[in-house]
């Protein structure tokens, strides 16, 4: 984001970027928006209209929690899409955390889609590796693959 104008202000790098997506959207069938944790992104406005919303998170209570109140957020800011879609991040011994039925149902996701904890990627992580280097052997790989192909169709 570049430097604060202020103390805690990025209103002119928000708006810049802001202008700069409703110019390049009309010329790229798929815009990929990867934003930092936090709940202030969506409160920014930057973008008030998405085809698909995609939320992540991990697979801990807390992070369910901040899941919904991103959703409610969302509603309040209204930020409009045609599908949400749940990402949860590191998920151990390939089993979907408890509540995330639960959870699917109350914020409407129509894509729900765990990924594995998987131990290639911390190494890559750790070693300041390019994911792109990554196969597609790789679990994760596999897994976004499949949830890309959900959410395009």
């Known amino acids: 984001m570049g430097r604060p104008e202020g103390p805690g202000c990025y209103c ?3 708006n810049v970027l802001k202008q700069a997506l409703g110019q390049i959207s009309q010329e790229y069938p798929y ?3 990867d934003n930092e944790a936090g709940l202030e992104n969506l409160s920014r406005r930057i973008v008030q209209k998405v085809e698909t919303l995609v939320f992540v998170t991990d697979p801990s209570a807390r992070g369910f929690q901040t899941l919904v109140r991103l ?7 209204d930020v409009r899409y045609d599908r949400l879609a749940v990402l949860v991040n590191r998920v151990r011994n390939g089993k979907m955390p408890d509540g995330a039925a639960e959870l699917t149902q109350k914020i409407g996701a129509s894509v729900i889609m765990s990924l594995p904890d998987d131990d290639e990627i911390a190494d890559y992580a750790e070693k300041n590796l390019a994911m792109t280097g990554l196969t597609s052997s790789n679990p994760v790989v596999r897994q976004m693959d499949e949830f890309i192909a959900q959410i395009i169709k």
């Open 31 to 33: 815009i990929v928006m």
């Open 71 to 77: 959703y409610e957020l969302a509603k309040e800011m």
């Open 12 to 14: 002119y790098a928000n």
